[in-house]
């Protein structure tokens, strides 16, 4: 069993960046894949972006590639997404998944374990 902790959401104005992590408890990650998915209110959850177990390997949505990195840190069981460029329609509680398989995918029923979420709110 795996938990993930996300953080680091919070209040941004347009134009500014965050840096969210998302902590795995339980074991440690091995050949899985990690994504960032998003809900903003109203709306369905939808793919951010992902990443293979060795970072060799990543995926962004079309909304925010350019503007957000994913990335993860194995010895710390830690991944993170840097967002920057943010705009109001990035407005979303954020996700971190993990995916018992280390191929990337944007559907969110193949991932496995799913963390609790962080808010983000980005103002105009």
């Known amino acids: 069993q795996v938990e993930l902790v996300e953080s680091g959401g919070g209040l941004v104005q347009a134009g500014g960046s965050l840096r969210l992590s998302c902590a795995a408890s339980?074991?440690?990650?091995?050949?899985?894949?990690m994504g960032w998915f998003r809900q903003a209110p109203g709306k369905e959850r939808e793919f951010v972006a992902a990443?293979?177990?060795?970072?060799?390997?990543?995926y962004y949505a079309d909304s925010v590639k350019g503007r957000f990195t994913i990335s993860r840190d194995n010895a710390k069981n830690v991944g993170n997404l840097q967002m920057n460029s943010l705009k109001p329609e990035d407005t979303a509680v954020y996700y971190c998944?993990?995916?018992?398989?280390?191929?990337?995918?944007?559907?969110?029923?193949?991932?496995?374990?799913w963390g609790q979420g962080t808010q983000v709110t980005v103002s105009s």
């Open positions: 998944a993990v995916r018992k398989n280390n191929r990337l995918t944007t559907r969110e029923g193949l991932y496995d374990y």
């Open positions: 339980g074991r440690t990650l091995s050949s899985d894949a």
């Open positions: 990443i293979t177990w060795s970072g060799g390997s990543t």
